[in-house]
């Protein structure tokens, strides 16, 4: 697996409150994303970082911040969690996407389990 | 934005046999296409890619083609294992990734 890793791995919290999720990488790539995973939907994106202070939004993005103040550290913010935001959520690495001839898979971390309450 | 289709949502095999699994996509500037497998409780997994400039690539028991024309591209998985069985999700790149809602193959002993 990529150096990626995902913390907290698991989280209940309440409706109302602000949450958190760290996604860490070591592979120094310069994309990174954010998805959720719900049943009968895949995988969807949230957010995505091309660079330092570098974001960009997904096809889901209400309700969800991001921020990248270094290359190693993508942060996904729920500003005021909802029963809704209740998923898997995963983290993902590429290093250039939009660049022919260059490598552009994505390495998936191990996800995050939240449940709002 | 793309929309990427997948199909059938759940897949019965004997060991042995083959599976098929089929995507449909819109935006006609994709030209990445990643294969995923997903076992339970773990992340996704890349297992076969295919570009735009390509029509078929094969790796052992699995192969991807690709119609740019129709705008579809299959996953093929010969001589199905139980190991096998898991979710499947296919993926499009333009600017972004969009995936496929998942195929659940389930390889039968």
């Known amino acids: 697996d990529a150096g990626i890793t995902q913390s907290p791995r698991h989280k209940v919290t309440e409706t109302g409150t602000p949450v958190t999720l760290r996604c860490h990488q070591t592979e120094n790539h310069r994309y990174m994303y954010w998805y959720r995973q719900d049943p009968g939907h895949g995988l969807r994106l949230i957010h995505y970082?091309?660079?330092?202070?570098?974001?960009d939004k997904g096809e889901v993005s209400d309700g969800y911040s991001v921020s990248r103040s270094k290359t190693e550290d993508f942060l996904l913010t729920l500003e005021s969690a909802t029963s809704s935001q209740t998923s898997v959520y995963f983290c993902?690495?590429?290093?250039?996407?939009?660049?022919?001839?260059?490598?552009?898979?994505?390495?998936f971390g191990p996800g995050t389990r939240l449940t709002v309450l | 934005g793309e929309n990427v289709e997948q199909h059938p949502s759940t897949l019965s095999v004997q060991e042995g046999d083959s599976a098929v699994i089929k995507c449909t996509y819109s935006?006609?500037?994709?030209?990445?296409f990643p294969w995923y497998k997903q076992e339970l409780g773990k992340r996704p997994q890349l297992i076969i890619d295919?570009?735009?400039?390509?029509g078929e690539k094969k790796d052992q028991r699995i192969a991807v083609t690709l119609n740019k024309t129709a705008k579809h591209f299959s996953l093929h998985i010969t001589e199905t294992q139980p190991e096998d069985s898991a979710v499947y999700f296919c993926a499009a790149r333009a600017n972004k990734f969009y995936f496929g809602s998942g195929t659940k193959l389930n390889v039968k002993p």
């Open positions: 935006d006609s500037a994709s030209n990445y």
């Open positions: 993902a690495i590429s290093e250039q996407p939009r660049t022919s001839g260059s490598s552009d898979t994505q390495y």
């Open positions: 970082s091309y660079g330092v202070k570098d974001t």
């Open positions: 295919i570009r735009s400039n390509v």
